[in-house]
């Protein structure tokens, strides 16, 4: 895990450091946020079961719009942050020609799967919420596989997320506009320790 906690790194600085990095190391899962670079956990074969139980769920639902994984956002106030959610909820064909970090404007919810990591309290369940809501993106999905609960924050105000509702995996949730998704988080009890 590599954080500058004591840095504060620049947007520019960043992208080139990403840029190296990931010529050496394939799968460098790097992001930027508020102002502190984090390496983000690879995911687990747990992980990628839950994506794909989502990314079924919402074409199913909504087959104009695709789940974008891992795709690169420039995130909060004037777009200096870097963050690579689990998954990106967007119309089909969104980001086509943006490149790495793609402007956030179609996304209509982030989505974030716990990592069984030491960071993911603090990046998953404080920064991304925070950098989510600054950015104006409506819904913000968190499935977290520690508290076995799915939360869903809605109602972006520039600085946080007016409404955050919690339930438990096994219950219905419905995800508001603009997504209109409802989720039968059943399943999710399967795919924890």
Same mark, same amino acid.
């Given at each position: ?92 064909? $969104?980001? !086509?020609?943006? &490149?790495?970090? +793609? ?8 989505? *974030? #799967? @716990?990592? %069984? ?13 925070? $950098?989510? !809501?600054?950015? &104006?993106?409506? +819904? ?8 076995? *609960? #799915? @939360?869903? %924050? ?31 988080? *059943? ?7």
């Amino acid at each position: 895990m590599v954080t500058t906690d004591r840095v504060h790194v620049e947007t520019d600085d960043f992208d080139e450091l990403y840029r190296v990095l990931s010529r050496v190391a394939e799968r460098a899962r790097l992001e930027l946020i508020d102002g502190k670079v984090h390496s983000k956990a690879g995911p687990d074969g747990t992980h990628g079961r839950i994506m794909q139980w989502l990314v079924r769920s919402c074409v199913r639902s909504r087959p104009e719009l695709w789940l974008y994984p891992v795709q690169g956002l420039r995130v909060q106030r004037h777009r200096r942050g870097r963050a690579r959610p689990d998954g990106a909820l967007a119309p089909s064909g $969104a980001f !086509a020609g943006q &490149g790495e970090w +793609v402007d956030p404007a179609p996304v209509l919810m982030a989505v *974030e #799967v @716990t990592s %069984y990591d030491s960071d993911t309290d603090a990046r998953d369940r404080v920064e991304k919420p925070r $950098a989510y !809501a600054e950015t &104006g993106i409506p +819904v913000y999905l968190l499935i977290d596989r520690d508290s076995c *609960e #799915v @939360t869903v %924050y809605s109602e972006p105000d520039g600085v946080r997320y007016e409404s955050a509702r919690t339930v438990p995996f096994g219950k219905t949730v419905v995800l508001p506009d603009p997504v209109g998704i409802t989720l039968e988080t *059943e399943q999710l009890k399967d795919w924890v320790h």
